[in-house]
Every structure is written in structure tokens, then in C-alpha cells.
Nanobody
Framework: QVQLVESGGGLVQPGGSLRLSCAAS????????MSWYRQAPGKQRELVAA???????DYADSVKGRFTISRDDAKNTVYLQMNTLKPEDTAVYYC??????????????WGQGTQVTVSS
């Protein structure tokens, strides 16, 4: 069993900041890439940011320069620092982790989602 627990969402005014966390636990042998997705009402889920095991990052054009993804492998945790938030950033944010379990199964696992609302 693998569990991903997200935290850090909430309501923030435009221009504000939030930091999302996603902690993985369970029968984990090794974590590979970690990423954040988001889904706004009526829209498809989209990739926001991703980070590899070596620390290489990639961002959606809409968040470049405002969001920063990072990871702490000692804690099996991925973070998303979101600055200068805009109303269009409002969505449910999901973490995704590609990992290998102790039973040597490779798979992608999703967090439960955390709501981010940017509004005045």
C-alpha cells in the first residue's frame, strides 16, 4: 500500500502565496519523478510542475517564474511554492508520484487533491 497525503491548500487573495506539500508513505522502495497537476471546474487536468530524481524541473508556461517545485527525498515529500497567485490558478491541485514499491511494482500514485482558491 502507498498513500499520498496533501496539505497546504486554502483561500488566498490575488498576489498572495501558498505552499503545498505531498508526503508519500507505505511500501516504497524508490521514488522517481514527482509532479503537481491541477484541475479547474469544467477543464481537463493539466501538468503544473515536475521534478526528477536529479532535481531537474519543468513548469507549465502559465506558472513559470511564479511557482517552484522541490522535493525532500529523506521525507518522501514534494512541495509546490506558489507565489503571485492569480484567480486563474484556482483549481484542485493533485500530486503525482512515480515510484517502485518494495514488491518491485512500478506505478503512478495520486494524492487526494487539495483546493486552492484565489479570490478577493
Amino acid at each position: 500500500q502507498v498513500q499520498l497525503v496533501e496539505s497546504g491548500g486554502g483561500l488566498v487573495q490575488p498576489g498572495g502565496s501558498l505552499r503545498l506539500s505531498c508526503a508519500a508513505s507505505g511500501i516504497i522502495f524508490r521514488i522517481n519523478a514527482m509532479s503537481w497537476y491541477r484541475q479547474a471546474p469544467g477543464k481537463q487536468r493539466e501538468l503544473v510542475a515536475a521534478i526528477t530524481t536529479s532535481g531537474n524541473t519543468d513548469y507549465a508556461d502559465s506558472v513559470k517564474g511564479r511557482f517552484t517545485i522541490s522535493r525532500d527525498d529523506a521525507k518522501n515529500t514534494v512541495y509546490l511554492q506558489m507565489n503571485t497567485l492569480k484567480p486563474e490558478d484556482t483549481a484542485v491541485y493533485y500530486c503525482n508520484v512515480n515510484l517502485i514499491t518494495l514488491t518491485q511494482r512500478l506505478g503512478n500514485y495520486w494524492g487526494q487533491g487539495t483546493q486552492v482558491t484565489v479570490s478577493s
